[in-house]
């Protein structure tokens, strides 16, 4: 086989709010997404297999033709941290009973079905795998500190700073850390590692930022552990946020904070589900925004284009499309991400508002 055809196929794992917007590999799983690690280490484009979203709804973006030719086929949720072989002898690489890559010959990729990944490996030979999942949002603080090393090194090697401006504090005891071109740095901030602050990015004066991965054009303030800000999203103020995700064009009110810790120190559960995790504190997804003064609720899921009103200890969960309490108006959702978008010199597409308009539809409907 001689073929660099890489296909990343979505899976059936639930990783709203943060793939309602855009597909599962381009999750930010630190200072990268899925899809910029696998391209990082294969040294090629991949190709996305995309699923069916509720309602339909497809993501405005390429995916893979079918017929599917020869190559590595892998879950898009899989996080890689070493090269797998693209060409080569027909082969399935697995974690216990979990596919981590199949890579396949032309008569068997030709008839690969992304729901049924176990039917084109019957009969190969399989290796076993040590491989990582993110099979739900909060995966991602998981494994956060070791991706981070990743990510901070793989900057490094490609010109990011290592060293402290006047006036700023680098703790390097945890890991390194690497701030990327235009990235601005103001006085007295303190920063341990591993940590990256990406480009364009600006960590505001007297802020403590640790184990956190702040994406290209993102702004934060105030106190940040083991969190990670998707592009241009905003936490300019005080406040405390642990063990969170902020997907992109988020805003957090100044004295906002969340907890990231139960008071019996016990797992934290979601919807009845053990996450195995002690420290988890806020899911946000993408056009979220998030009242001054908010006091946010350990282990909590918040979903796309709200508005959540500080009125003593919010809830746990906050569907999409909600101002406080009451359905948001769509005109007046799409109406605000323009305006926050254009701020940073970006455009609302007209394939990313129906996309919104279509989710609008979906999740709204009674």
């Known amino acids: 086989m001689n073929s660099k055809n890489l296909y990343l196929y979505e899976t059936d794992c639930d990783l709203s709010p943060l793939d309602i917007l855009r597909f599962q590999c381009d999750i930010y799983v630190g200072a990268r997404t899925i899809r910029e690690r696998f391209e990082d280490l294969f040294i090629c484009k991949a190709k996305v297999i995309a699923k069916k979203r509720k309602g339909s709804i497809d993501i405005p973006e390429p995916t893979a033709d079918r017929p599917f030719g020869p190559g590595l086929f892998c879950p898009s949720n899989f996080v890689p941290r070493s090269p797998i072989a ?3 002898s027909e082969e399935v690489g697995v974690d216990g009973d979990r596919i981590v890559f199949l890579r396949l010959g032309a008569s068997r990729a030709v008839k690969f079905d992304p729901k049924n990944p176990e039917a084109s490996a019957v009969g190969l030979p399989r ?4 491989a990582a999942f993110i099979d739900k949002p909060w995966d991602i603080i998981r494994y956060l500190h070791l991706l981070l090393n990743d990510d901070a090194e793989f900057e490094i090697k490609n010109g990011a700073d290592t060293e402290p401006p006047p006036n700023a ?5 945890g890991g390194p850390i690497a701030i990327c071109d235009r990235a601005k740095i103001e006085p007295f901030v303190f920063i341990s590692g591993p940590a990256v602050i990406g480009r364009n990015a600006v960590v505001k004066s007297h802020s403590a930022i640790r184990a956190s991965a702040i994406n290209e054009g993102s702004r934060v303030g105030g106190e940040l552990n083991s969190t990670v800000f998707f592009p ?8 405390f946020l642990g063990h969170s995700v902020a997907a992109s064009w988020v805003n957090i009110g100044a004295g906002a904070a969340g907890s990231n810790l139960k008071n019996t120190y016990g797992e934290i559960r979601i919807d009845g589900e053990g996450t195995g995790l002690n420290y988890l504190g806020q899911i946000i997804g993408d056009h ?3 009242g001054i ?3 946010l609720n350990t282990g909590s899921i918040f979903g796309i284009c709200s508005n959540i009103i ?7 969960s906050v569907e999409s499309f909600r101002f406080g309490n009451e359905p948001a108006e769509i005109e007046s959702v799409i109406k605000t991400a323009r305006r926050v978008m254009a701020r940073r010199n970006k455009e609302l597409t007209s394939s990313m508002e129906e996309l919104i308009r279509a989710w609008h539809r979906v999740l709204t409907e009674k």
């Open 293 to 295: 003064q908010a006091a």
């Open 86 to 88: 693209i060409d080569g």
């Open 127 to 130: 290796r076993p795998l040590s």
């Open 169 to 173: 504090v680098f703790d390097r005891s």
């Open 232 to 239: 241009y999203s905003n936490k300019q103020h005080y406040g």
């Open 310 to 316: 500080a009125d003593g200890i919010t809830p746990k």
């Open 288 to 290: 979220t925004k998030i």
